[in-house]
């Protein structure tokens, strides 16, 4: 079983930062992608950003510039750094990992219960 575990959402003022962490554990052989969604109230959940194993980063054009993914493939965590933040991005935020079960499998995918981002004007 492979659990995604997230922490660091909070109320901040426009303009403030968060950072959130996501760890993953269970058993697993890789993860491939990690990253970060969010979803507000009545609306899809929509990708943030991702990053792959190898390190390469993909943003929402609406983050770019603010915020910064990263990760340590030794520690199955991946952090998004929220800089500059906007009432907009209020929303639960979800980590999501692509994990490989076993050598030779497919990937699926998981994700974490979700941890609030409220900023306030």
């Known amino acids: 079983q492979v659990q995604l575990v997230e922490s660091g959402g909070g109320l901040v003022q426009a303009g403030g930062s968060l950072r959130l962490s996501c760890a993953a554990s269970?058993?697993?052989?890789?993860?491939?992608?990690m990253g970060w969604y969010r979803q507000s109230p009545g609306k899809q959940r929509d990708l943030v950003a991702t990053?792959?194993?190898?390190?390469?980063?993909t943003y929402a054009d609406s983050v770019k510039g603010r915020f910064t993914i990263s990760r340590d493939n030794a520690k199955n965590t991946v952090s998004l750094q929220m800089n500059s933040l906007k009432p907009e991005d209020t929303a639960v935020y979800y980590c999501?990992?692509?994990?490989?079960?076993?050598?030779?499998?497919?990937?699926?995918?998981?994700w974490g219960q979700g941890t609030q981002v409220t900023v306030s004007s």
């Open positions: 269970g058993n697993f052989f890789v993860i491939n992608t």
């Open positions: 990053i792959t194993n190898s390190g390469r980063k």
């Open positions: 999501l990992g692509s994990v490989v079960l076993g050598p030779g499998n497919d990937y699926s995918d998981y």
